[in-house]
């Protein structure tokens, strides 16, 4: 925009009358930015913030940051290295559906045949490996449709340090050709 005396006078005016930067410049047919900048160079007095602070309320004043820590926060890795016991869940064993039997033979049953106590499981031992770098032994290459019965993966010998076989990573990896190449051709 041109600002000339005129337009400068009514900026002055309409900013003097309390209207937003937004609203003034609606009215002149400028971007709101282009009055804040305007604004700025003309040393017009500064606007209150639209943010409603009212100090009467008692804004609590904001929490300091909590302090960062420094050094490591974690155990070593070797000390994760040892076998870990995990506590076994219960094993019930599965009681056959009970027959309809008269109350008194029920009674007698359950005398002479003491319930079988399920013996728990030994906690299985799981130790902590340590990562390893593994290579991708077979080809990657998706063949078919995903999503369908017939979708595989090539599953040949990839080549070393790339996750295809040899036919596949011709496909995967071409030689970015020069344009100059084809300009002289």
Request: aromatic letters at 4%.
């Amino acid at each position: 925009m041109d600002w000339n005396d005129e337009s400068i006078a009514r900026l002055r005016g309409l900013w003097s009358e309390g209207h937003s930067t937004a609203e003034i410049g609606r009215r002149m047919g400028v971007s709101k930015n282009a009055v804040v900048g305007k604004a700025h160079r003309l040393n017009l007095p500064a606007r209150p913030s639209p943010i409603r602070r009212d100090a009467t309320q008692g804004a609590a004043p904001r929490p300091p940051a909590p302090r960062r820590v420094t050094g490591p926060t974690l155990p070593p890795l070797a000390a994760s290295l040892e076998p870990v016991r995990m506590p076994a869940a219960p094993v019930m064993a599965a009681a056959p559906p009970p027959a309809f039997v008269p109350a008194q033979r029920a009674a007698a049953q359950r005398i002479e045949e003491p319930s079988p106590r399920p013996q728990p499981a030994p906690a299985p031992v799981l130790r902590a490996v340590a990562p390893t770098r593994s290579r991708i032994s077979n080809c990657c290459w998706p063949i078919g449709e995903p999503g369908t019965k017939s979708f595989r993966f090539c599953d040949s010998e990839a080549v070393t340090g790339k996750p295809y076989c040899g036919e596949h990573a011709q496909l995967a990896y071409v030689k970015v050709r020069d344009r100059r190449d084809e300009a002289a051709a």
